[in-house]
């Protein structure tokens, strides 16, 4: 645009130039030669100056317009001292379960290091009460008296040990955990486990081991879980004292998690090893 506007700038500057010197020099008195008696002599009529060429006008410059990009938002969480960190935690693990489901099942302190805690004691033959970070099972359990039982088991005086069946009834009691783990989006748990994963590794490091992974710790615990054995009938109990045993030896050497399991019976257990291979699958990746 700016080529083309200088190029008329020099063609009418041009045209001037000729007309001032055609048209205005020409019209400067002169004294007049004697007349000459003989025909006028005729001037040359002079040739028009040829028009200029136009000057090519470059096209303008073709502006793309680049739609902008999505906006890059940084959702990272920005983590609280692990000892600072149960509202947090329980105001994204609410966001997750509901707000009505956390405050049911789960406890409200120390979350991160109590979750850590329960996870690695699966493997071990029981989870003490006071690192659990879910809440006592509503309902009292419910076991039938084995009144005629096929072996007789006694303790180390010789005395019979009282024998149980578990009840069916006793697997509702675990059907509203089993729901609400069932329900759970996978992606968001583990999106969200990901995001405290630092905390979790922290309270890991706490709980005695220095150099150990907590992710890694975690799998190996899942996959504990999905080794439990199968069995299709209520299980066998026998209480030497305050607390119910399996009668079976093999699975009362259980560990604390398989055992779990075992307790809610072969459908809730199914429910949960489906879920638990969804969320190691999502960790793996």
């Known amino acids: 645009m700016k080529n083309w506007l200088i190029a008329l700038l020099l063609i009418v500057l041009a045209a001037a130039a000729y007309y001032y010197v055609m048209v205005y020099e020409s019209s400067v008195e002169e004294t007049p030669p ?3 008696p003989t025909a006028a002599i005729e001037r040359p ?5 040829p028009e200029p060429e136009p000057v090519p006008v470059e096209p303008a410059e073709e502006v793309i317009e680049v739609e902008p990009g999505p906006e890059i938002v940084d959702e990272t969480i920005a983590l609280p001292p692990l000892a600072e960190s149960d509202d947090l935690v329980f105001e994204s693990i609410s966001g997750l379960a509901g707000e009505a489901s956390v405050m049911r099942f789960f406890v409200s302190d120390n979350v991160v290091s109590r979750f850590v805690a329960s996870v690695d004691a699966l493997t071990s033959r029981q989870v003490p009460g006071q690192i659990m970070v879910v809440r006592d099972l ?3 359990f419910v076991a039938t008296a084995n009144e005629q039982p096929d072996i007789v088991i006694r303790n180390s005086e ?3 040990i009282p024998q149980f069946v578990l009840n069916p009834a006793n697997y509702k009691r675990y059907d509203p955990q089993v729901e609400m783990f069932e329900a759970l989006d996978t992606q968001e748990l583990i999106t969200l486990y990901r995001d405290f994963a630092p905390l ?6 706490e709980l005695g081991y220095p150099d150990a992974d ?3 710790r975690l799998i190996e615990v899942i996959d504990s879980l999905l080794s439990t054995p199968e069995i299709s009938e209520p299980p066998r109990l026998i209480k030497p004292e305050a607390f119910y045993l399996f009668a079976n030896p093999d699975l009362e ?5 398989q055992k779990t399991l075992l307790r809610m019976g072969p459908m809730n257990a199914q429910r949960v090893k489906a879920k638990l291979q969804e969320i190691r699958a999502a960790l793996a990746q």
């Open 34 to 36: 004697p007349p000459i």
């Open 45 to 49: 009529v002079p040739e028009p100056e």
């Open 138 to 140: 509503e309902g009292k």
């Open 158 to 160: 010789g005395d019979p």
């Open 200 to 205: 979790s590794q922290q309270a890991y490091v």
């Open 214 to 216: 907590f992710k890694a």
């Open 253 to 257: 050497a259980l560990p604390a998690g």
